[in-house]
């Protein structure tokens, strides 16, 4: 039987997280790269957040940045060399190894092949010139007629979410959302101010309309909204003004909010598809 491809996911959000613990599971070996400044309101499902803890476990399935003490045992190789074997020693201990700050083109130069998913919108990350040989997927319609991705998955709330697409498909849904087909049931507070933020309540707790989520620079931040946090800022952390500080799910409370939604679900699974129809019989 045929080795499978390494897949390196771009993003360490919802999608993402959702999509590299499906991978794993069919026997992938997943690399996350995650930009710092991407901003994880639901955490406890995002692998990304592992920046700022270490680690970060979900669903039996543990993420980890590549400790530094490793690269510094591994000698007389390049730097992106350096992090695909300590990748490879966190892979065979069932970790997802999470990698920043390095440029892809370094962290591509290694490889002879490997699937790339890119859950990041099109002016969050540039993706090098060259590297022909990987294959790539992306999010529909984020990265609609780019040419380097083979498919396209589409992740909008609509009757076609997780539906496989070539690059270059019409946009068959003009709505971003389609109101027939699916209720959304999300709203989001955003922050007037720029500053540090200070959360006052925890994921998953009610708010009431006008009640403070959390303050910016001792200022209160209100919810616009009835409902329940289902995603929130970490505390500590600079946001600018305008910044989304508050994902509010308005309808009843629900344990749901400690999982992945129908939608990163559907789209996990439309990528496993994907990458399995790139791979030769």
Request: with cysteine; aromatic share 10%.
């Amino acid at each position: 039987m045929r080795d499978l491809p390494p897949v390196i996911i771009l993003g360490g959000n919802e999608l993402a997280s959702a999509t590299a613990i499906d991978l794993v599971a069919a026997g992938f070996r997943v690399l996350m790269y995650v930009v710092p400044e991407e901003t994880y309101l639901r955490y406890p499902l995002c692998f990304g957040d592992a920046l700022r803890a270490g680690q970060k476990r979900i669903q039996e399935v543990t993420a980890s940045v590549i400790p530094e003490e490793k690269l510094a045992d591994l000698r007389a190789m390049t730097f992106a060399e350096k992090i695909w074997q300590a990748a490879q020693f966190l892979q065979l201990n069932r970790q997802i190894p999470i990698v920043a700050d390095v440029p892809l083109s370094e962290l591509f130069s290694p490889l002879k092949e490997a699937v790339v998913i890119n859950t990041l919108p099109a002016d969050a990350i540039q993706l090098p010139d060259g590297y022909e040989h990987l294959l790539y997927l992306g999010c529909f319609p984020m990265h609609r007629d780019e040419r380097r991705y083979r498919f396209l998955v589409e992740v909008r709330w609509n009757y076609q979410l997780g539906k496989i697409v070539p690059p270059d498909v019409g946009d068959t849904s003009k709505l971003k959302r389609d109101p027939h087909f699916f209720h959304f049931p999300f709203q989001s507070c955003h922050t007037p101010l720029e500053g540090l933020w200070t959360a006052l309540k925890q994921i998953g707790e009610p708010v009431r309309y006008n009640e403070a989520i959390g303050e910016v620079d001792g200022i209160e931040i209100r919810s616009p909204y009835d409902g329940q946090l289902w995603g929130l800022a970490h505390s500590g952390q600079f946001v600018a003004a305008g910044q989304e500080v508050a994902l509010i799910y308005t309808g009843r409370p629900t344990e749901n909010y400690r999982d992945f939604s129908f939608q990163e679900r559907v789209v996990a699974r439309g990528f496993l598809v994907a990458i399995l129809k790139l791979m030769p019989s």
